[in-house]
């Protein structure tokens, strides 16, 4: 007799459930990361567009200037970055970086370290006091310790009242999962429906026999199906083709959790290949506010190694200061349009108002690029600032040329950025007759 059994009661998938920080679990991130795919691809977006335009050193001393950028330099900063943002944003929630100092406390060299192997012990107050290097599974209270002052730490996403910083892959982690089942179910789907299958009836050949006789013979006449075959058969035999729909809408499901994926992971659909009909003004809005979060990015490391990295090495904090170049083009181009306006505005003094170094700063030139150049008092209406007895030099024609040629914003701008501009438009150019007013 057949038994028919119920299981109700705990069955269903229970969502939201805690991702409570583990050495163990730090380790899994990891792994969705190395072999993740879309989101180790996704993650190293975010380090790509941070570092992608380069950076900058500000400072007034030329001198400290150079002695940071020699030692950037030396222990190859941009992999630095790199490392950063892939462990602290995107699988561990805290990049750790170890600095090496010479036995005469110059520092020697920085050393990424494998944040799945650390633990943060802090006191009462949040503050850290020390950091310990366990490889055993149960955490003991021993490992290697490392003092704070040796340590540089980007912790992006540090939530109020936690000592770890949580990682893109914990925030996105339901998702990510999601998208694996349905990756893989998909590919299950086509495996088992993608190829057509027959169903071969046989009718016994003398109603005195039984049909299994005849079914070894013909189904080596079916073995081998090949995909121009064509079937000849008698009225015993019927051939039925199986799973005529196919596999179904299997597109439709990947790219609805591929679409989540995207949302929880905030990159832009079409950073990864989709396009779901949208039009180029929705995709370049999306593009605008992954460049707002590039930019955040971008301030939180910079503040990062500043503190912890680029003081030491000038001994001042604040001398030198480390800036990432915007990566917006648009930002870029309208900050090139103001500075243009705002040096055409001054007549024969085009750096009256902006300064010739902060200019050049602002396109990435040094100082050393830069063409002799002496402002000299001269009658309104006059076109140079040169003296008459000095031959310019090919910086400043280059540059004359480019301020009498200044295209228009429609020249410049795409409709689409014209749409993204016209918000900020009317604040321009009250900051513009501003300047004019007060430069008479």
């Not at 805290?94 to 943060?120: C, H, L, M, N």
């Not at 802090?122 to 850290?128: F, K, S």
């Not at 917006?328 to 085009?350: F, H, L, Y």
């Amino acid at each position: 007799m057949r038994r028919t059994r119920v299981s109700v009661g705990g069955a269903a998938e229970k969502l939201f459930a805690p991702q409570e920080r583990s050495r163990a679990k730090i380790r899994e991130y990891r792994t969705i990361y190395e072999q993740g795919g879309i989101v180790a691809e996704i993650i190293d977006a975010y380090a790509l567009y941070a570092i992608t335009n380069g950076y900058r050193l500000q400072g007034a001393d030329e001198a400290d200037v150079a002695a940071v950028q020699e030692v950037l330099d030396r222990i190859g900063f941009y992999d630095l970055v790199w490392s950063a943002i892939v462990d602290g944003y995107g699988w561990a929630g805290d990049a750790i970086q170890e600095i090496v100092f010479t036995r005469g406390g110059d520092i020697y060299g920085v050393e990424p370290r494998d944040p799945s192997t650390f633990e943060i012990d802090a006191d009462e107050y949040g503050n850290v006091v020390r950091y310990r290097q366990v490889f055993d599974e149960l955490d003991t209270g021993g490992g290697t310790v490392v003092e704070p002052e040796f340590v540089i730490r980007f912790s992006p996403r540090l939530l109020s009242g936690k000592v770890y910083g949580a990682p893109l892959i914990k925030r996105a982690y339901d998702d990510i999962m999601r998208d694996a089942e349905t990756a893989e179910a998909a590919r299950k789907a086509i495996k088992r429906h993608g190829t057509a299958k027959w169903h071969i009836k046989i009718a016994p050949a003398d109603p005195k026999l039984p049909v299994a006789d005849d079914i070894p013979v013909i189904r080596r006449e079916f073995e081998n199906i090949e995909s121009d075959n064509e079937f000849v058969t008698d009225d015993k035999v019927d051939v039925v083709q199986l799973d005529t729909g196919g596999a179904g809408p299997v597109a439709e499901y990947g790219d609805i959790a591929l679409q989540r994926l995207c949302a929880a992971c905030g990159v832009p659909e079409e950073m990864i290949g989709l396009r779901r009909g949208t039009t180029d003004a929705t995709a370049s809005s999306r593009m605008q506010a992954f460049y707002g979060k590039i930019g955040a990015l971008q301030r939180k490391i910079a503040d990062v190694y500043n503190t912890q990295l680029i003081d030491r090495i000038t001994g001042s904090p604040g001398a030198v200061k480390l800036v990432f170049n915007d990566v917006n083009p648009v930002d870029e181009a309208t900050k090139s349009v103001w500075i243009a306006r705002i040096m055409r505005s001054t007549g024969a003094q085009p750096f009256a108002v902006l300064p010739r170094a902060w200019v050049a700063s602002q396109f990435g030139i040094s100082e050393d690029m830069l063409e002799p150049y002496s402002p000299e008092a001269v009658s309104p209406g006059a076109t140079s600032a040169m003296p008459d007895d000095t031959e310019p030099g090919e910086a400043e024609l280059e540059a004359r040329e480019l301020a009498r040629g200044i295209p228009d914003d429609n020249e410049i701008f795409s409709p689409v950025e014209r749409d993204i501009r016209r918000e900020v438009d009317a604040v321009r150019e009250k900051v513009l007759a501003a300047l004019k007013k007060e430069i008479g």
